[in-house]
C-alpha cells in the first residue's frame, strides 16, 4: 500500500465542503445568537439545543423572502445544507427555508398578518362601521354543531324575536375551515343579512387560527355589512377581530351587540306614543291660543294701530326738523357774529380812509366849482327860465327879464339895450 | 294642500327599523311645531299607525331561523 498523499489545506477544506453539501436537513432549534447587520450579504445565526449549538447562515435575498425577524430565543425551523467556510475552517448551515416553529411560531405569524392588515390600513378605528339600529335579518356564521350556534340562537330569540336568523353552518376548524367560513359570510349576506355574526367557541390557539387566517380577514374586511365577532373567551384576539366592526367577547356577547332587546323596543315604543300625543296636544293648543292672540289683537278692536306706524314716523320726522332748524340757527348766528366783530375792527378804518380822501376831493371840487370864479368878481347872467346861461346877445331881446347870479346872490335886472360887440 | 311624508306603505309591511324611524320623524316633525294643523293631525294619524303596527309586531314576534348551509344540531340537552 503507497502512503496516501498529502494535501492542500484548501484541497482539504474543498473535500470537507463537498461532502457536507450533500447533507440537506430540516433542523428546528432555538436562535442562541444573531447577527444581522445592514452591510452583510447574509444573515449568521447561531441555533442550538440543550446539548449542541451550529453556525448558520442565510443569504439576504432567501431571509428576507421568509418574512421571520429573527431574535435571540426565538424557535425555529429551518430547511438547508452543511457548507464550509474553507478561510476559517469553519463548518456551517446554510439555511434556504425559515419559518417559526410551534405556538411561538403561530403567534409570531399572526402578529405578522396583524401587521401587514394594520399597515394596510384594514384595522383602522375609522373602518368600523356601525351597526343598524333594528336588523331584520341577522347571519350568523358558525359551527352548526355547538354551543355557540345555541348560545347566539337562544340570546337572539330572548332579546330581539322580530328578526329572522340566517345560520351559515360551517366548519370552524381545520383546513376547509378559512374557505367555508369565507362562503358561509357571503351566504347570509346574499340572503339579505344586514350584520353578519361570526362566532365560535373556545378552543386552544390552534383551534382558532382560521380566524387568524388573512384571506378571512380581508373577506370580513370587505364584507358589505358590519361583521360583529365573537370568538372563544376572552382573552383570546383572533385577527377576524381585530377587524371586524364589532368585536364581541364570546358568542353571546356578540348577539347582544348586535340586537337591542324587546324590552329597550317597547319601552321606546311607549316614550314614542306618549310624545306623539303630547305634541299633537301641544300643536292643537297652540293653534287654539295663536286664534285667541289673533281675536283680541288691536287690529280687530281699535283703528289707531293700523296707522301707528305711519305716525311714528311722522313723530320722529317732526323731532328730527325741530332737532335741524334751531341747530342752522345758532349756526348762521355764529357766523354773523363773527363778520360783526370783523366789521367792528376794520369798519373805523375804511372811515377814517374814506374822510381824508373826502377832504382832499372836496378841495378839488372847490377849485374847480364856478361859484370860486364868481368869488373872483364874475357874474353869470341867466335867461328868463333861470337854468339857461345867456351865452350871447341874440338870447335876449331888449326888456327882457334876467337874472344874474354874483358869488354871493342873485339880481333880477330888465335888459335895457342889446348892444353886439365887444 | 301636499301632506308630505304623511301617506307611504302600509305600517304592517314595513320593516321594523323602518316603520320606528319613520315614527320617530313624525314625532320629531310634530314637536317642531312648524306644521299646518291640517298636516299636524295627518301626520298624527300615520304615527298612530305605525305605532300599532310595531307593537304588534313586538307582541306577536316569534323568531324564525333558517339554515342557508349545514343543518343545526337540536340543542345539546345541558344547554337547556
Known sequence: MDRERAVSVSEAMRAAKRALETITLTVVGEVSEFSDKPGYRAAYFTVADADASMSCLMWRDAYTASGVSLRCGMLVEMRGQFSAYAPKGRMQFVVRKLTLAGEGRLRLQVAETARRLEAEGLLRDDRKRPLPAYPMRIGVVTSPRGKAVHDVIR????????????????????????????????????????????????????????????????????????????????????????????????????????????????????????????????????????VRLLATRPLFCEVDPLLGQAGQALDAAARALGRAIPLGLARDAERLRYAHEGLTRVGPRIVERGTDAAGRLAARLGDLSPLAILGRGYAVCFAPDGSTVVRSVSEVSEGAKVEVRVHDGRLGCMVETVEEGR | MIMEGVSGPAPEEMAFGEALGE???????????QLELEESLARYERGVALLRALQAKLADAQQKVTALIGELETEPAEDM
Do not use: C, W
Open chain 1, 155 to 290: 340570546t337572539l330569540s330572548r332579546r330581539y324575536p322580530i328578526a329572522e336568523v340566517l345560520v351559515a353552518g360551517v366548519p370552524v376548524e381545520g383546513a376547509d375551515a378559512v374557505p367555508a367560513i369565507v362562503d358561509g359570510v357571503r351566504a347570509v349576506v346574499q340572503a339579505g343579512a344586514e350584520v353578519v355574526l361570526l362566532v365560535r367557541g373556545g378552543g386552544s390557539y390552534e383551534d382558532l387560527m382560521p380566524f387568524n387566517d388573512e384571506s378571512l380577514a380581508r373577506a370580513v374586511a370587505a364584507s358589505p355589512v358590519p361583521v360583529v365577532s365573537g370568538i372563544g373567551h376572552e382573552p383570546d384576539t383572533t385577527i377576524a377581530d381585530l377587524v371586524a366592526d364589532v368585536r364581541a367577547s364570546t358568542p353571546t356577547a356578540a348577539a347582544e351587540a348586535a340586537a337591542p332587546a324587546v324590552s329597550e323596543l317597547t319601552g321606546r315604543l311607549d316614550k314614542l306614543s306618549r310624545l306623539l300625543a303630547r305634541a299633537l296636544e301641544h300643536r292643537v293648543r297652540h293653534a287654539e291660543h295663536r
Open chain 2, 23 to 33: 315614527l320617530e320623524a313624525i314625532v320629531a316633525a310634530l314637536e317642531g311645531g
